[in-house]
T-cell receptor, first 115, second 107 residues
Framework: DTGVSQDPRHKITKRGQNVTFRCDPI?????LYWYRQTLGQGPEFLTYFQNEAQLEKSRLLSDRFSAERPKGSFSTLEIQRTEQGDSAMYLCASSSLAGGLNEQFFGPGTRLTVL | GEDVEQSLFLSVREGDSSVINCTYTDSSSTYLYWYKQEPGAGLQLLTY?????DMKQDQRLTVLLNKKDKHLSLRIADTQTGDSAIYFCAENDKIIFGKGTRLHILP
C-alpha cells in the first residue's frame, strides 16, 4: 500500500455513459498525476496538478475527459460519452517534488471496461 | 517527439544477472527512473539515477547511464523469483514511460 487510493477499483459501463473516478493522494504531496495504461503498454500521461492548478494536459486528453483537484487534495477524472477505446486501467500517482526528484507513488488503479 | 524504448521480454535463470536496457530521446531529464510493476499490483519506484551520474549501485541493483548514447540500463544481480515483474524506465521532466520489459525467471 503506497498511501494513494483510488475509487472505484473496477467500473463497467455501457458506451455513451459518463464515468467519474476519484484519487486520494498522499496528504503532503502537492503533485497529482493521471495516467492511462492499456495491456502491453506503459503508463501514458494524461494530466497533472500542482496543488489545485492543472499544469499540463496530454493531447490524449480529448474534450470528453476532464480532471479537477478543487482543494489541492483529492482529484476526480471524468469521462463523458464513454467509448470502447476508453477501456483501460486509469492510474493516479502523487509526489512532492524535492530537489528535482519526482518520485511518484502510484495508486492501485481503476480498471474501466466499456461495453 | 520524446520517446522511451525498451525490449519487451527477458528470460533469465534464477541466480543469474538480468540486464534490462532502455533508450530515451529527451536529454533534458534531471533524473531517470526504473519502476517495477508486479502482477496485479501498482507501479513502485525501484531506483533512480541523477543525470550527471554514470552509475548508481543499490544492493543487487546497478543502474548505468550513458548520456551520450541516451542509454539507460538496470542490472539485477542474483535474480530471484520475486524479481518477476514488468520493469519500466521513465524520463522525469516529460513524464514518459517505456512500454516495459517483462522479466521472466527460469527455474
Amino acid at each position: 500500500d503506497t498511501g494513494v487510493s483510488q475509487d472505484p477499483r473496477h467500473k463497467i459501463t455501457k458506451r455513451g455513459q459518463n464515468v467519474t473516478f476519484r484519487c486520494d493522494p498522499i496528504s503532503e504531496h502537492n503533485r497529482l498525476y493521471w495516467y492511462r495504461q492499456t495491456l502491453g503498454q506503459g503508463p501514458e500521461f494524461l494530466t497533472y496538478f500542482q496543488n489545485e492548478a492543472q499544469l499540463e494536459k496530454s493531447r490524449l486528453l480529448s474534450d470528453r475527459f476532464s480532471a479537477e483537484r478543487p482543494k489541492g487534495s483529492f482529484s476526480t477524472l471524468e469521462i463523458q460519452r464513454t467509448e470502447q477505446g476508453d477501456s483501460a486501467m486509469y492510474l493516479c500517482a502523487s509526489s512532492s517534488l524535492a530537489g528535482g526528484l519526482n518520485e511518484q507513488f502510484f495508486g492501485p488503479g481503476t480498471r474501466l471496461t466499456v461495453l | 517527439g520524446e520517446d522511451v524504448e525498451q525490449s519487451l521480454f527477458l528470460s533469465v535463470r534464477e541466480g543469474d544477472s538480468s540486464v534490462i536496457n532502455c533508450t530515451y530521446t529527451d536529454s533534458s531529464s534531471t533524473y531517470l527512473y526504473w519502476y517495477k510493476q508486479e502482477p496485479g499490483a501498482g507501479l513502485q519506484l525501484l531506483t533512480y539515477i541523477f543525470s550527471n551520474m554514470d552509475m548508481k549501485q543499490d544492493q543487487r541493483l546497478t543502474v548505468l547511464l550513458n548520456k551520450k548514447d541516451k542509454h539507460l540500463s538496470l542490472r539485477i544481480a542474483d535474480t530471484q523469483t520475486g524479481d518477476s515483474a514488468i520493469y519500466f524506465c521513465a524520463e522525469n521532466d516529460k513524464i514518459i514511460f517505456g512500454k516495459g520489459t517483462r522479466l521472466h525467471i527460469l527455474p
